[in-house]
């Protein structure tokens, strides 16, 4: 279905759409009627990404090898940091799967509602759509760069164990920590175009501050305990726990981590909510 589709089934009958009265969480009815859009925005944006590239969808693959190979050099064989007992390459991959995927959805859904102004300003949908969209298409790149873990983990004869089964359990806390941040920043971003120009360094200060390229076992006493106030830290540790199964699990301190999560992503929809009535008028 087209947009163009979509405005006129919303508005068949009704020559005036009317913002929402009151506070309230989005209507889930009306985001599952408009999943078509969502979809169509998440193959455009797929496409455009890759288009006119040499090695195309390779990239999803070459951009974390790269980075873990710099760890690897810089971190493991310089500086002789542990692993835990992994192979350092094993040991960062899977925390990066988890980390590339927060930060790539972030950087497309802080910049969704303002670089869709063309579409907020002329045609109704719900725009809870536009952050949502950069969800998607994470979810695609992950699956991608999921295929050189697989290598990798045969390369260095790690399978995985019956802890693999909470894989799901930790994709589904990342997937509502970067629905929360993203839904947040995407209407921030709105009102005060800061928001684009802080998130390089906001991201880059979050990640030296979550266990990718090192372990928390470094962390004892007091520090351990303020360390777990980022949500990521448990949800990597657990993407490297559940997919290798030969590092520590991160027990009960996933339920901070959950916590913090549900606690972002309802008050981002919440924000959202009364914040997009004056998205047609700012952007």
């Given amino acids: 279905m087209s947009v163009l589709g979509l405005e ?11 913002p929402v009265a009151g506070i309230g969480l989005p209507d889930g009815h009306e985001l599952w009627r408009y999943r078509d859009l969502l979809y169509f925005l998440a193959l455009r944006d797929l496409k455009t990404r890759y288009r006119q590239t040499v ?50 959805a972030l950087n497309e859904g802080a910049l969704s509602v303002t670089s869709h102004a063309h579409l907020v ?10 952050p949502l969209t950069g969800l998607v298409t994470g979810c695609v790149d992950l699956a991608v760069a999921s295929v050189l873990l697989i290598v990798l983990a045969g390369a260095y004869g790690v399978a995985p164990g019956p802890e693999i089964l909470a894989l799901p359990l930790f994709a589904a806390l990342l997937l509502l920590l970067t629905a929360g941040v993203s839904i947040w920043l995407s209407a921030l971003n709105v009102a005060y175009r ?15 501050l979550t266990p990718v390229f090192y372990s928390s076992t470094i962390l004892t006493g007091p520090w351990r ?18 997919l290798t199964g030969e590092t520590a699990a991160p027990a009960l301190s996933l339920l901070p981590a959950a916590l913090v999560a549900l606690l972002l992503l309802v008050s981002g929809l919440l924000y959202f909510q009364r914040a997009e009535r004056s998205f047609a008028d700012v952007v």
């Fill in 55 to 104: 090695v195309g969808v390779a990239w999803v693959v070459i951009q974390p090898l790269a980075m873990m190979s710099v760890f690897w050099l810089f971190f493991g064989e310089l500086l002789g940091l542990q692993s835990e007992g992994l192979p350092f390459p094993l040991f960062v991959y899977p925390a990066l799967l988890a980390w590339n995927y927060l930060s790539g």
């Fill in 194 to 208: 800061d928001v684009r120009y802080a998130m390089p360094f906001l991201l880059q200060l979050w990640f030296f």
């Fill in 225 to 242: 305990a303020v360390y777990r106030v980022n949500p990521m830290a448990s949800l990597v540790e657990g993407f490297r726990w559940s």
């Fill in 121 to 130: 300003g002329k045609v109704y949908f719900p725009r809870l759509v536009l």
């Fill in 8 to 18: 006129a089934e919303r508005t068949a009958g009704s020559a005036h759409i009317a």
